[in-house]
Each structure stands twice: as C-alpha cells, then as structure tokens.
C-alpha cells in the first residue's frame, strides 16, 4: 500500500482514468468508528442487504472489486481518502483497514493490485 499526498491524488485519477481504470475509492470523510466505516463501505460500494458489517465481509467485498477490476482491466486499485476523522477517532480501526488493504493487494500480483491511502492536507497548507 502506497501512502499519496492529498495533492498527488488529481494525478493518479487523471493517470487512471486515461488507462480505463476505474479504481475502488472510498472517502471516509465522517467516519469514526468501525460502525460508521461499515455503513460507508455497504453504501459506498453498493453491497448487498446482507452485507455482515465486519472485517472478513469488507475483506470477501473489496476483493470480488478488485478482481472485476483486474478482470476488465488487468489493474485493480483502492483509495482511500478522508481517514483524519477515524484515525483520530478509532486508530486501532484505521490500522485494521490498511492491514486487510496490505493483505489484499498483497495476495494479487504487486505490479496488478494497487491500493493508495490518501495523506491529509497539512494544517499549514492551502485549503482545498
């Protein structure tokens, strides 16, 4: 997992849009707590009523994602983005979902399966 600055990100969807990738991209803008980031996820990525709201759920979710992606396109890839609220809020969440996210991309071929964790503006930087 790659670890992108807030300004890189206009970049990477330009590059990946001209490529015909359409990646996974989840803003976590709001969410702070497991609950909040499992409601975001089953609405975000249009998961099934029966979606379970837990890890192994997510992991089962995003990987069926990324292997329609990589199906379609050869390239699978996740970003992540507005994780301040939760990594304040429920670290040990936010270190649970990089881990399922490094599993993930890890378990495909590195140089196929992409996934960004999109860094916050600094305080003392320009506002969006």
């Given amino acids: 997992m790659s670890l992108l600055q807030v300004d890189d990100l206009p970049a990477l969807r330009s590059r990946l849009r001209d490529a015909g990738v359409a ?24 998961l099934p009523a ?9 992991n089962d979710a995003l990987r069926e994602g990324l292997l ?6 050869g390239l699978g890839v996740v970003i992540i983005t507005g994780s ?14 990089q ?17 960004y964790w999109v860094a916050p503006a600094s305080r003392g930087g320009s506002p969006r």
């Fill in 23 to 46: 990646a996974i991209e989840l803003d976590l803008s709001g969410c702070d707590s497991k609950a909040s980031l499992m409601q975001r996820c089953a609405a975000h990525l249009q």
């Fill in 68 to 73: 329609a992606q990589h199906a379609q396109r």
């Fill in 50 to 58: 029966g979606f379970g709201h837990n890890w192994d759920a997510l």
């Fill in 84 to 97: 301040e609220t939760l990594s304040r809020a429920a670290p040990a969440v936010v270190s649970t979902l």
């Fill in 99 to 115: 881990a399922l996210l490094l599993e993930l991309t890890t378990s495909f071929d590195s140089e196929t399966c992409l996934a």
